[in-house]
Structures are given as C-alpha cells and as structure tokens.
C-alpha cells in the first residue's frame, strides 16, 4: 500500500509507514491543497519553520497579526475570542452533528469523526471512552462558565448510553469494565473489528486499561454533580479492576499493558505511559472514603513510582491514541501523556516536591519534539505516527503554561500560553465547526470538542481576565459545580465539596458572598476563607472551608433605593431660564431599570431607564421611553414658568430633534457610591406665545448626587 491509497474513498488505511514517512490517518475524502502542502512541508522542513507556508488563511479564517506580527484569535472581538469559539462548539454539538445514516442517531454515538465540509461520516474505528471522559471534563467546566445545563444532560446521556452497550462481560477475566473502541456505525462498542489483525481500534473484545481509568474518573466527576449513584458503582468497580491487575512495571511494561483482550487476559501490547487518569480515579476515591481504599493506595504508590522512575526520567511518553496499529518498539511518543501528567503536577503539587522542576522539564520536552512555531505561536503536533499540529493538542500546551503562569507568575509561560491559544482559535469555524488542524482537515469529535474545549476553559480557570469582558462567569473551581445561576444581581451556586475555591470573572462590583447563613469578608488575599476582588481586571475569587451553597451580591447599586439630589437648570433662546434644586430619590432594580423620581412642588416627576455596569467601575444610564416623555412633561411646565415671568402666555408646546446625553459616573471602590451622574438634553421647543408661532433651541441639565442610601429602601443583596 502507499500513499496514494489513503484517502478517504479507502477510509481503513492505517499502514504505519517508515518514520521519514506519513502515517496518514485522518485525511480528507479529496488531496486537498492543504494536505498537500502540508505532506511537501514535511518533506521539505526547510520550506519555512512553522511547517506551514505563511500564508493569509488558516482554516479559511484570515490571519490576524498584532504590530509585532504575533497571532490573534480571528474573532470579531479577538479580545473575547476564546469564550466565542467555545460557544460555538458546544451549540454546533448540541444542535447541528448529523445523524449517522447507520443508526439514525447523533453520529458521536457510532462515529469517531466527521467530514467537516460534506458533514459526512469517517466510516473509522470510534473512541468512545476516551471521547466521553473528554466531553464529561468539558462539559462540567463549561456548566459552571455558563449555567447551560444541556451540556450536562447531552454527557449524561453519552456515560449512560456507554455503561448500556460497552462494557465487558462480568465474568470476563476484565470483566465489567470499558472498551475503549467500538466498529464504526454501531451502537454497540466491543473493540473494532477492523483492527483484529492491524491493532487500529484495539481489535474486537481488546480494550485499554488506561481508558477505564479515563472513563471511570469521569462517571466519578458525573456523580458528584448529579448524585447518580451508578456513575459511582461503575466508577468503584473501574478502580477495583485497575488496583487487581496493577503490576510491576520496568522500561517496557508498564503497570497496565496497552490493550489486553478482556475475556482471555492475552496481552497485545505491554506499554502505555498513560497513567495519570487512573492516578486521578484512585486519588478522588481515596480523597472521598470510598471503595476498597487501601488497595487503591498500594495500586497508586506503584504507578506512581513507575511513572517517576522510568518516564519522567526517559521519556518514553508512548501510546494512548486508540487507532493507532500495534507498535513494534516505543518510538511513537506522544505529546498528550507528559502534558497531562504536568497539569496534574500543578493541580496536586502537595504529591512532588519537585513539580516545577518536572513541569518546566516536560513542557521543554514536548517543545522540543512537537512543536512548530507559526506566527509567534507554538503549534504543537499529535504524535510521531501523525505528525500533524492540531487544535487539541495545540490548546492543551497553551494550557499547561497558563497553569504554569498562574502558579508561578512566569510571564514568559503568559505569553506562550496566549500565542498559542491564539492559534488554536482559528481551528474553529464561525458555525461551530472544529476541525483538527490545517493539513488535516478533519472534524474529530475527540479533538474538535472534548479535548479541544476543556484546554481552553483549564485556561481561563488560570487566567480569568480571558474571558470576554462585560460578562459574568465562573472560569473554574476547585470542585464540582453541581448549580449555578447568574443573574443582574449576581451569582448563586453550589459546589459539591465544602472546602472548594471558585475563580470568576464579573461584570459587577460584588458586594458580599455569603456561603449558607455565613457572611465572608473582603480580604487581600485567600490565606484564610473569604473573597477577593481586582476592579481593574472583574476578577474575584472565592474561598469557602465550610459550606456548599454560594450567594454572591452585586454591588449595593442593585435593589437599593439612593438619597439623591437634583440640581438643574433648563434655558430657552431669548427666553430665559429656569433653574431648581430639590430632594430626590433614585432605585436600581435587579432587572436593569432605574427610577429616579424628584419632587418640585407641586409636580413629582418619575424618570426611568436602563442602568448597568461597566467593568465594575462605571455606571452606565440610558433614558428608556417613558423616562424620555416624563422629561418633556417637566420641560413644559418650566416653559411655562419661563414665560409666566416673561409675562407671555404659551400653549401648544413641542419638542423636536431631542439629544439626551447622559454621564458614565465613576465608582469609587473605597465607596462604592456614584459619583455626581449627569442629565444633558438640547433641541428645539416650538409653541404658540401671545398667539403667534415660535421656534426656539433650549438646553437643559441636571447633575445628581447621590447621598446615601434610605432606611426604608430594598436591603441590599
């Protein structure tokens, strides 16, 4: 076989080539021009350093520079670019995958990819266990982000439909357990059939038992959050398989082998570096009391040390990807084992006294194996056997330095993290598709959504002020966020661990957090429970060690009725001039309406609008209809007080060509109370004076102090 046979009109090639060699698995149902571009780039690496030509257009996206002809998100707000793409993704998953014409259901049920420009299907070896931890982690991350609990029935319903209709046979020597892979176009996941002689898609009744510890810590994450406890069953069992067939492990066998045949126990493959999602599964068990605890610990302390002894010294990061066929040596490493292993080392530092040194040393690694730079970015490829770059595994090392940034205040990992953020954006089409990268141009599910957004929202946990601006969001937690509702008046949600510390962006300035009937403090810091707040950037952040249930207030603008004085002047062309001084009294709903109301005996004048505000500094007031009617009404009456001292007589007043400017008062975040806000208007009045028609051009304007806030009005939140 050669290359000219791997298309996607023969959709099985998997012939794993010679390393000066492709191995072309995920290619498009034509050569396209970005294929062959990219297969002549790794012919020839001296054609440019990025492995890609510098042209104008990445996934038909035109590439945005900065003045230092660095990469930006292709976004129309690059600035909120990485909230945009993610959107995006999850509503083209939720709304608009085709149905797999095998089945009739979403095709990430039966398939593993998709052709993004036909929509058609691979007709390739699924991955469902690993896709569905995936899309678990995601999923979580992004409810909390958003409050759109579709996410999270869509995830329910994939771990349900895997414990229905793949898992082995109880009796089975892996018995009761996950396969990893499943035929294309089937329901029913048993290993793939096509890879019985190849090893692509494990073969039928083979399975990996580092998937069952992938899966089997995400239906754990599934029943912190819902409480379900056959995710926590499944998730036990997943353990007690794993801690029974751990072994000893050297330079090539690892603790698990790397596929297994489920009945019989026969080996197909020794070494698989991935050992970190069973490490996770273990510790949480370990962590909540649950299971058979103490073997999970003597299971954990052996991989544990195998892992540091033999890959983190080696490393030989090899093997994870389900349609690879079997290897004859280690040589196809991967970059996606050591960047797991480095965010686990800086999400649980407490277990290496040395997790910088091993996480700068592993970040180095995968740069110096799998990275490309493209337009001040390090693009980074999937593995030796595809040595594609790609959005997925792009975004996890962009990931890992935002990580790295956040722990450590290096802005140098910032800065690397940004760039390739920055990249990864432009895998992401406008109608939600995600496509794996520039000379693949396929639409993996793995790639394009489970592993693709879960990178990006580990990176706003990191870095919060990435998120776009003007919006209110939890970027990560410690915990599980089991609910959460946003509002104007802020944010309630409920975590599943009491000791948890949340991460948000805001679009208000907070007021109070209160965790069940407790109130916490403002602090500086979070060495004790309390909460932070940076008015410049909206980042606040939430320590609670006592309690699940958070209600954060906005600012005491929202439901509070303000002391208020009115202070205006109003002047009519060769007329003259009204001034007035008088008590007033100004609300802030929790809907984003205002009242201001002001009494000028005899009259009381009621004026409303729309208030919000703007990066938790300014206040933003915009008249709505009625508030703008209640203005003429006033300016009528002064008209008339104007003449009545004139000694004319007018009636039959209108106005026209109205230009109401209103002022953006500051708040001042020793305070928190507005500064004067400002009523400006300009136009022209025409009326009947003495009985003769008269246009004239009048000004008006009113400053409000606020006071203070009256006893009698809402408490605030």
């Not at 740069?367 to 730079?373: D, S």
């Not at 956040?406 to 800065?415: I, N, P």
Request: aromatic share 12%; charged share 20%.
């Amino acid at each position: 076989m050669n290359n000219s046979d791997c298309t996607l009109a023969n959709p099985h090639c998997t012939k794993l080539l010679s390393r000066s060699q492709l191995w072309l698995r995920r290619l498009s149902r034509v050569w396209s021009a970005a294929v062959i571009l990219g297969i002549l780039q790794f012919l020839l690496p001296g054609l440019n350093s990025g492995g890609i030509a510098k042209a104008d257009t990445l996934n038909g996206h035109t590439v945005v520079l900065d003045s230092n002809n660095q990469i930006i998100p292709w976004t129309p707000k690059p600035a909120d670019g990485y909230g945009e793409v993610v959107a995006n993704a999850w509503d083209y998953f939720l709304n608009r995958v085709p149905n797999d014409p095998a089945t009739g259901e979403s095709a990430y049920f039966s398939q593993s990819y998709l052709s993004p420009d036909t929509q058609q299907v691979a007709n390739w070896p699924h991955n469902p266990a690993g896709l569905y931890a995936m899309l678990i982690e995601s999923a979580l991350k992004y409810y909390a982000y958003s409050g759109d609990i579709a996410v999270m029935q869509k995830v329910e319903e994939l771990a349900t439909h895997h414990l229905d209709n793949g898992m082995t046979p109880s009796a089975w020597v892996w018995g009761g357990v996950p396969y990893a892979s499943g035929d294309a176009g089937s329901l029913l996941y048993q290993g793939a059939t096509y890879g019985d002689d190849s090893g692509s898609g494990d073969g039928r009744y083979y399975l990996e038992p580092d998937k069952i510890g992938e899966l089997g810590y995400g239906w754990l994450l599934l029943y912190k959050f819902s409480g379900n406890s056959r995710y926590l069953d499944a998730a036990i069992h997943a353990a007690d398989v794993l801690a029974t067939k751990v072994r000893t492990g050297n330079s090539s066998q690892s603790p698990w082998p790397f596929r297994v045949h489920a009945q019989t126990g026969q080996i197909r493959e020794d070494y698989c570096a991935h050992v970190v999602s069973p490490i996770e599964l273990f510790d949480e068990l370990i962590r909540l009391k649950l299971g058979n605890t103490a073997d999970y610990q003597n299971a954990r302390q052996s991989v544990w040390t195998w892992m540091m002894t033999y890959p983190m010294q080696n490393n030989v990061w090899a093997n994870y990807f389900e349609d690879v066929p079997i290897q004859t040596d280690l040589g196809n490493i991967n970059q996606l084992n050591p960047m797991m292993l480095a965010r686990y080392l800086m999400e649980h530092p407490e277990n290496d006294a040395n997790w910088e040194t091993h996480v700068r040393g592993l970040i180095a690694w995968v740069e110096k194996n799998f990275a490309a730079p493209q337009y001040g970015a390090n693009a980074i490829k999937e593995q030796n056997a595809f040595p594609h770059v790609m959005g997925s595994h792009t975004s996890r090392y962009a990931s890992i330095n935002a990580m790295l940034y956040a722990r450590t205040g290096d802005v140098v990992a910032k800065e690397k993290a940004y760039r390739a953020f920055n990249w990864a954006t432009y895998m992401a089409r406008s109608n939600g598709i995600v496509i794996d990268g520039p000379t693949v141009n396929n639409q993996w599910f793995t790639d394009g959504y489970g592993d693709y957004i879960r990178h990006f929202m580990t990176g706003l946990h990191a870095i919060p002020e990435w998120a776009p601006t003007g919006e209110t969001h939890i970027t990560g937690s410690s915990s599980i966020v089991k609910s959460v509702s946003y509002s104007p008046a802020g944010v309630d949600y409920v975590t599943a661990d009491a000791a948890s510390t949340e991460v948000l962006r805001v679009a208000f300035v907070p007021s109070s957090v209160l965790v069940g009937a407790q109130l916490l403090s403002q602090r500086s810091d979070l060495a004790q429970p309390g909460w932070t707040f940076d008015p410049e950037t909206g980042v606040m952040r939430v320590r609670h060690d006592n309690g699940t249930s958070v209600k954060i207030g906005a600012n005491a603008l929202f439901g509070t009725l303000w002391s208020t004085y009115s202070k205006a002047k109003m002047t009519v062309r060769r007329l003259g001039s009204r001034s007035g001084a008088n008590d007033s009294t100004m609300i802030f709903n929790d809907d984003g309406t205002f009242t201001l109301t002001e009494v000028e005996s005899p009259q009381t004048y009621v004026y409303t609008g729309h208030w919000k505000l703007i990066k938790g500094k300014k206040l933003f007031l915009d008249l709505d209809a009625g508030g703008q009617s209640e203005f003429m009404r006033m300016w009528t009456n002064r008209l008339e007080e104007i003449a009545t001292e004139k000694g004319i007589s007018i009636d039959g007043v209108n106005f026209s060509e109205i230009r109401f400017i209103l002022s953006q008062p500051k708040i001042p975040k020793n305070k928190l109370v507005p500064r004067k806000a400002t009523i400006k208007a300009k136009g022209w009045i025409s009326a009947s004076a003495n009985g003769q028609d008269i246009m004239r051009r009048f000004t008006y304007i009113n400053r409000v102090t606020f006071l203070n806030q009256l006893l009698g009005g809402t408490t605030p939140h």
